[in-house]
């Protein structure tokens, strides 16, 4: 039986402020001019949906991205419909069949519930400064610091997020930057401030450096 994935398509439009962002990074970075220029297709595109994108984020936590998709496809196909109203009423074993931890399962129930019952109210975040967003997110079970910046950049579309935990952020500063040594926090913290107040467009481009397929939350 063919199953029909009904999450949210993303929307291939980019941020209002990539064509600058982007003139500006190559302007001012040998490294990303030449990869500006190498993936001149690629862009952040949008699924519109706090709910998903957050729940795509939990997937995808410490796994590789292929995996990430291969475990969402049969959690979607299992859920059929990724809302938060869906998932409340799922098992977290249930859940856990489709190839998710057990605890992943529980945090996206949990995440459903604070959905539901207006724990988070996505509609506050578009107005509201990135660490404020990030300190909200946090209090929910399951989302760290990284999960909460994958959702600044993914659907929120902030243009200067710089995830200091993100491995491939770490080894693609270490390819180009570093000459192959990965950076420390610190060290990688003081080398975003070079692509300020563009660093959701350069991390965007230093992923694609490692990995030309496009990820989306």
Request: net charge neutral; charged share 25%.
């Amino acid at each position: 039986m063919s199953f029909v994935d009904k999450s949210l398509a993303v929307k291939p439009h980019p941020p209002s402020y990539w064509p600058t962002a982007c003139a500006e990074l190559a302007a001012d970075d040998p490294v990303m001019a030449a990869l500006i220029a190498r993936y001149p297709d690629c862009v952040l595109g949008d699924r519109g949906d706090p709910f998903q994108t957050l729940a795509r984020a939990i997937v995808g936590q410490q796994i590789s991205v292929k995996a990430a998709d291969s475990v969402w496809a049969r959690f979607a196909a299992y859920a059929q419909n990724v809302s938060p109203e869906r998932i409340a009423t799922l098992e977290p074993d249930a859940l856990a069949a489709c190839g998710l931890s057990r605890r992943k399962a529980e945090y996206l129930v949990d995440l459903a519930g604070h959905f539901i019952d207006g724990r988070v109210e996505p509609t506050r975040w578009k107005r509201m400064e990135d660490e404020a967003v990030i300190a909200e997110l946090v209090d929910v079970r399951g989302i760290g610091r990284w999960t909460a910046e994958m959702f600044l950049i993914f659907n929120l579309r902030r243009p200067d997020v710089w995830p200091v935990d993100d491995i491939g952020l770490q080894k693609a500063v270490a390819l180009h930057y570093l000459a192959g040594d990965r950076p420390t926090p610190r060290i990688l913290r003081q080398h975003g401030e070079r692509h300020a107040p563009w660093r959701t467009v350069a991390t965007w481009y230093l992923w694609r450096s490692l990995d030309p397929a496009v990820v989306q939350y």
